[in-house]
């Protein structure tokens, strides 16, 4: 059966073999044993999953760890389970108002995770992305939000080391996100829309904490037909108020 899978499939499950007995460790043979595997294959695919980080050797033992990647994964999840928990609250609030879907996202890397999504009450709801969406930051409205909170430096990074990736979004050009960028730091949100899904306008700000720092962007999104300029400043509005009631508690 193993014969058959693929590369990928078979590192995957000898990661998991090793997940398995994390605590005392595998050796080579008892991962040709465990998964059925001949030894040039299993060596091969310990030392592809050791160089990319997901295990470690122990040099007097020959026994595999799991890595220090695979540590990273695991806070990083376990901050992501945090933030949800912690700030979904603040989304029921912000969609009970709005009557309109509310999106948390976060920075990883060069893009933003969506790691919450609440439902409002308005027959159509504009569900632009769902809960674990990638896309390169400043597509959406909460991505565009912390760009235009970052100093000039950072922000510029930003859009450089995206800029290839942009033009996936055809009408999406890095003199309309400067331009946006810029407007979104004189009225304090931003707005951006039809670009990663068309016909929805979205509106977003930057989340700080109390203690301060950015935690991420929230954004509200409609048809829009819906989100008109009017409705934006009321939508903002009542987002900054959510946060502003949510961090002084």
Not at 221 to 233: E, G, I, S
Request: aromatic share 6%; net charge positive.
């Amino acid at each position: 059966m193993m014969n058959q899978w693929t590369s990928l499939q078979k590192a995957l499950h000898v990661l998991k073999a090793v997940e398995q007995h994390h605590e005392v460790g595998l050796r080579l043979v008892d991962v040709c044993t465990l998964l059925d595997l001949g030894k040039p294959t299993a060596l091969r695919l310990l030392g592809q999953l050791e160089q990319a980080g997901l295990l470690n050797r122990s040099v007097r033992g020959k026994k595999y760890y799991l890595g220090d990647y695979c540590r990273k994964l695991g806070e990083s999840l376990s901050v992501q389970s945090s933030l949800t928990t912690r700030y979904s609250p603040l989304l029921k609030s912000i969609s009970a108002r709005t009557e309109d879907a509310s999106f948390l996202v976060i920075l990883q890397d060069l893009d933003t995770l969506c790691i919450a999504r609440e439902v409002g009450s308005y027959p159509i709801q504009a569900l632009a992305i769902p809960v674990g969406n990638r896309q390169p930051v400043g597509v959406g409205a909460g991505g565009l939000a912390m760009l235009s909170t970052f100093e000039e430096e950072k922000t510029e990074y930003f859009l450089h080391a995206n800029r290839t990736r942009f033009l996936k979004y055809r009408t999406l050009r890095l003199d309309d996100l400067r331009s946006r960028i810029a407007k979104a730091r004189k009225q304090g949100y931003a707005v951006i829309g039809s670009h990663a899904v068309r016909q929805v306008t979205g509106v977003g700000v930057t989340l700080v904490a109390k203690e301060g720092g950015v935690v991420g962007g929230i954004s509200v999104a409609a048809l829009d037909n819906r989100m008109t300029q009017k409705r934006q400043v009321q939508v903002a509005r009542i987002m900054q108020e959510e946060i502003d009631m949510f961090l002084n508690k």
